[in-house]
């Protein structure tokens, strides 16, 4: 069972940066492929950015491509997205999640394990 607890969620203004951390404990990390997924208040749980489990391939959805980063520290057992030029729609709580294996996925459904999330806010 891995437990995922993110932080570094907060209030910034429209172009500023934040950087969320997610820790995960309870299993071997690098057995692990992890995702960043953000939930805006009526809308659905969307991807935002996924790792495999060396780091060495990514994927980022189309609206945050060019702004956000997804890296990982396999020894820290820790997934950071570094955000960027934030936007008022970039709102929401940002969740990380694990799936047991090396390869990336972009879908919620094949990921097994959730954090409690983070709230964002872009906000003058």
């Known amino acids: 069972q891995v437990q995922l607890v993110e932080s570094g969620g907060g209030l910034v203004q429209p172009g500023g940066s934040l950087r969320l951390s997610c820790a995960a404990s309870?299993?071997?990390?690098?057995?692990?492929?992890m995702g960043w997924f953000r939930q805006a208040p009526g809308k659905e749980r969307d991807i935002v950015a996924a790792?495999?489990?060396?780091?060495?391939?990514?994927y980022y959805a189309a609206f945050v491509k060019g702004r956000f980063t997804i890296s990982r520290d396999n020894a820290q057992n820790t997934v950071y997205l570094q955000m960027s030029s934030l936007k008022p729609e970039d709102t929401a709580v940002y969740y990380c999640?694990?799936?047991?294996?090396?390869?990336?996925?972009?879908?919620?459904?094949?990921?097994?394990?959730w954090g409690q999330g983070t709230q964002v806010t872009v906000s003058s």
């Open positions: 999640a694990a799936r047991p294996g090396v390869g990336l996925a972009t879908k919620t459904a094949l990921y097994d394990y």
């Open positions: 790792i495999n489990w060396s780091g060495g391939v990514t």
């Open positions: 309870g299993g071997t990390f690098s057995n692990y492929a």
